[in-house]
């Protein structure tokens, strides 16, 4: 699924794969992610052009993700909200990490988990294509990583999570 936003120049491509929990399994009602990989890819001269984060969820009442039409308040565009899921990154600099100066690319929407199970609390793992075309802009290589979390549709705020470092060669 590809999902174009026209405040976001990125395509984001979402896997989610999903499932209900095992009956009498339970989570809290709040989103919880834990970070599970970053695999970057190289072009023939040895620059890389893609990065996807892959990340673990759970969610004890279902209500991750939002559908196209979700664009009315509280997630309409411009708000907190709009974007469910949020990366912020930071490049080495001097052995210590530092936030980037980047806007736009760092909101993306999880489309909506349909889950018509009785036990509503789900589990499952998404992939993002982190946009990372520009950061040749700030540095071109350097060592980055990446502090997400996600919103479910009741606004409940996920735990932060750190990804590993991963070095990136931009040009």
Not at 27 to 53: M, R, Y
Not at 83 to 110: C, D, H, K, M, W
Not at 128 to 150: C, K, M, Q
Request: hydrophobic letters at 40%; one cysteine or more.
């Amino acid at each position: 699924m590809h999902l174009k936003y026209p405040v976001i120049t990125a395509i984001l491509i979402f896997f989610v794969i999903f499932n209900s929990c095992k009956k009498g399994e339970q989570f809290p009602v709040e989103p919880a992610i834990k970070f599970k990989s970053l695999e970057k890819f190289t072009d023939a001269n040895g620059v890389d052009t893609a990065l996807v984060l892959s990340i673990t969820f759970t969610d004890g009442d279902g209500d991750i993700g939002l559908k196209a039409e979700d664009v009315n308040p509280p997630f309409n565009p411009g708000s907190e909200f709009y974007y469910n899921l949020y990366a912020t990154y930071f490049i080495e600099q001097g052995g210590v990490f530092i936030p980037l100066p980047v806007s736009a690319v760092n909101g993306y929407r999880i489309p909506y988990i349909e889950n018509n199970s009785s036990n509503k609390a789900i589990s499952g793992e998404i992939k993002i294509d982190l946009e990372i075309l520009g950061l040749n802009l700030i540095a071109p290589e350097g060592n980055f990583r990446f502090e997400v979390y996600i919103y479910d549709r009741a606004l409940h705020k996920s735990n932060v999570i750190t990804t590993d470092q991963i070095y990136l060669k931009n040009q």
